[in-house]
């Protein structure tokens, strides 16, 4: 019998990967809960969750709700309060707690792939996931200077505003290719598709040629067209699937221990079965 239930909610919302996330963890954990998905429109959020009983304990929450989860929930961590995004809803004592997980997925998916030390960092985009990868930034090489790339030049600089209140030097870029290769890691935050036209334009005239590294938070297919830049060029290429596995670590942490700091037990284990489930579909 199930115990407790979750589920991620957003729209679209058909292809999630965080059902086989979760749902694998729970297996390598023993933990009798399920992991459900939702199509929930903007502004649908607090309806949603108003019909549900008590059964349902924390959510996953994926574009375009993550703004409204922010003004929902009772409290927050700093991530969340740093970037106005809540990705992640726990049931309390008292209501819902909100985090974002998304800054923690950054972090880790950029650590894990061993990249070195980052003294330019581009980020591409202007969102919410742009504004964590700030946060990300951060706390990987607080001392790196940051280039924004973004069409919308009212969000681009708000978002150099931003990283400046936090504490980074931060400008607002216009030439996408200069700034990719001279960066040491580009995080590119954009919907896939998005710079397919962009990425063929980048070889031609004297080519393109990164010295660094990207993250491209599209996953599929993989390598991105932007990301095969990269590949090709034997360079470090960070797949949108390692910050989606380690955004939900955090989940798990969370759902399991009320927080996102303390690892699962046999964590090794569960991150070890989430990739191999992962890679399995591709």
């Known amino acids: 019998m199930v115990t407790k239930r979750f589920a991620v909610l957003g729209s679209p919302i058909e292809h999630s990967k965080s059902p086989l996330i979760h749902n694998t963890a729970y297996g390598v954990l023993g933990l009798d809960w399920s992991y459900e998905k939702f199509e929930v429109p903007r502004a649908g959020l607090r309806k949603f969750i108003s019909e549900l009983d008590a059964a349902w304990s924390g959510f996953s929450v994926t574009m375009p709700l993550k703004e409204e989860a922010f003004r929902f929930v009772d409290s927050k961590n700093e991530a969340a309060e740093l970037t106005g995004a809540v990705n992640t809803l726990a049931r309390s004592q008292t209501g819902w707690a909100g985090y974002n997980t ?6 880790q998916a950029v650590r894990t792939a061993g990249i070195g030390q980052l003294e330019t960092v581009l980020i ?14 951060r706390e990987l090489a607080l001392d790196a200077k940051i280039s924004i790339f973004a069409r919308n030049a ?6 150099v505003k931003f990283a400046g209140s936090i504490g980074l030097q931060a400008r607002s870029v216009r030439s996408l290719k200069s700034s990719a290769q001279r960066a040491d ?4 935050t954009l919907p896939g598709g998005a710079l397919d036209a962009i990425s063929s334009k ?16 599209a996953y599929s297919p993989w390598p991105s067209v932007f990301a095969a830049h990269w590949s090709d060029a034997g360079k470090p290429t960070i797949s949108g699937l390692d910050m989606l596995m380690w955004q939900a670590i ?13 690892p699962l037990p046999n964590e090794v284990a569960v991150v070890e ?7 399995n579909l591709s």
């Open 273 to 279: 079965a989430v990739r191999h489930a992962l890679e």
């Open 154 to 159: 009212k969000a681009r600089a708000a978002l």
């Open 185 to 188: 890691l580009v995080i590119s």
């Open 250 to 262: 955090a989940q798990l942490r969370i759902f399991t221990q009320g927080d996102a700091e303390t």
């Open 124 to 137: 591409i985009g202007s969102g919410a996931t742009a504004t964590s990868s700030v946060v990300a930034v």
């Open 202 to 217: 980048l070889r031609r005239g004297f080519g393109f040629n990164p010295r660094g590294s990207v993250l491209d938070v």
């Open 102 to 107: 998304d800054v923690f997925g950054i972090v």
